[in-house]
């Protein structure tokens, strides 16, 4: 299960006292969330969907770093992931920040995240720098399907899916996430040019869940 985030950083107006230096600045910060298609994990009976198709993705464009208060009432990006099985799962999803071919990364500690459940609850501004860190990323594929290597990877939530209750029935526990992105307001002009690109991957395997 993946997803691209990308963060290119271009440039915005500084400072008019720098014009003597180059005629004008600008800045341009931009946070796209895209997923190709829908991703599933199997093993015999046993799977896992991951469904975007239903959002739009995250995009800021002239914008800069802000408050947390301003992040959290960004347009968030959505999606769901399904048990279609009839073996319940517990499942971990990830984020894995990527290296960058072309340019500067921008340093993780500058990212801020929210992911909200659709059930109702609270959203709230974490770090990423804050986050649990995955020491084990052999599991993710972005080399072989982006050409990307995994720099860090940080667990974002676990949690279970209850399985279908017959072979056939749509009635699969599903968690539909909102997941918001963006730049920490104590990031300075430093920044500029720099970008942060990252995926989204869920891994799970199954369990038997009590009632």
């Known amino acids: 299960m993946r997803l691209r985030y990308r963060i290119p950083l271009a440039i915005i107006a500084i400072c008019m006292v720098i014009t003597m230096f180059i005629a004008s600045s600008y800045a341009l910060w931009s946070v796209t969330i895209t997923q190709e298609s829908k ?15 239903d959002s739009s993705s995250i995009n800021l464009t002239n914008t800069f770093p802000i408050s947390d208060e301003k992040g959290l009432k960004t347009a968030p990006y959505t999606f769901t992931i399904k ?39 609270v959203a709230v501004a974490q770090s990423l720098k804050n986050a649990e860190q995955n020491l084990d990323t052999s599991y993710f594929t972005f ?4 050409g990307k290597d995994v720099l860090k990877s940080y ?19 599903a968690i539909t996430y909102s997941l918001r992105l963006w730049i920490d307001e104590v990031a300075t ?8 690109e990252a995926g989204v991957s869920t891994v799970a395997y199954a369990v038997q869940l009590k009632d």
Do not use: P
Request: glycine letters at 10%.
């Open 39 to 53: 991703n599933a994990l199997e093993s015999g009976c046993f799977a896992i969907t991951f469904d975007d198709t």
């Open 155 to 173: 667990v974002l939530t676990t949690g279970t899916l209850k399985g279908q209750s017959a072979e056939g029935v749509d009635d699969g526990e």
């Open 143 to 146: 080399k072989e399907d982006f």
């Open 189 to 196: 002009n430093e920044i500029f040019g720099q970008t942060f």
């Open 83 to 121: 048990n279609t099985c009839t073996v319940d799962a517990r499942f971990t999803l990830y984020l894995n920040t990527l290296n960058i071919v072309d340019g500067v990364k921008l340093s993780d500690d500058f990212i801020k995240y929210s992911l909200m459940q659709s059930d109702g609850a």
